[in-house]
């Protein structure tokens, strides 16, 4: 089972997948992304975070600098750590479910992170995550569903999110 995310930037579709999340009993693997509260310069810095670790902010964990002059990717940054998360989450036999926080156009220079994914979206585990509307570099591959968040749904989602969960993996929900 694999469910992405879609929708207008900014609707909640982080804040529904991680409300969908809370208070399940799943071992979770996989990343997210986040700008954090830093900068660099006019730039703001966008991090690649490994999902159920509590991040480090640590430099190689810069996957992008987004700002009035444009954006400056570190496709490395993608093919080495997002693809280590991604095949550590899809080998962990502990791990329940992998989430990945967002898929977008960044990732279009990233061969080996683009890899991983998609190895991740054929293997066994259940995939929760968020893909850029648009589906950016993401558009010819096979993501399994695609629900859309708007303003009108985003309530309901992650409810809907975690009885498709709890079909699937019951004794992990309480």
Not at 69 to 98: H, K, N
Not at 132 to 156: C, H, K
Request: hydrophobic fraction near 45%.
């Amino acid at each position: 089972m694999t469910i992405l995310l879609t929708g207008e930037r900014g609707v909640g579709k982080s804040t529904a997948l991680r409300r969908a999340l809370c208070g399940c009993g799943l071992n979770i693997g996989g990343f997210m992304t986040d700008f954090g509260d830093t900068r660099y310069g006019e730039n703001k810095k966008l991090w690649l975070l490994p999902w159920s670790e509590t991040p480090d902010f640590s430099a190689g964990q810069v996957c992008a600098l987004l700002g009035p002059g444009g954006r400056q990717v570190f496709p490395e940054v993608f093919d080495s750590l997002g693809a280590e998360l991604l095949r550590r989450a899809a080998g962990d036999d502990a791990c329940g479910l992998i989430l990945m926080d967002e898929l977008g156009f960044l990732e279009a220079g990233a061969a080996g992170f683009r890899k991983a994914v998609l190895d991740v979206l054929a293997g066994p585990k259940p995939v929760l995550g968020v893909v850029r509307q648009g589906l950016g570099a993401w558009q010819d591959a096979p993501l399994g569903e695609l629900w859309e968040v708007t303003e009108e749904n985003r309530d309901a989602v992650p409810d809907r999110m975690r009885r498709r969960l709890a079909a699937l993996l019951p004794a992990t929900f309480l």
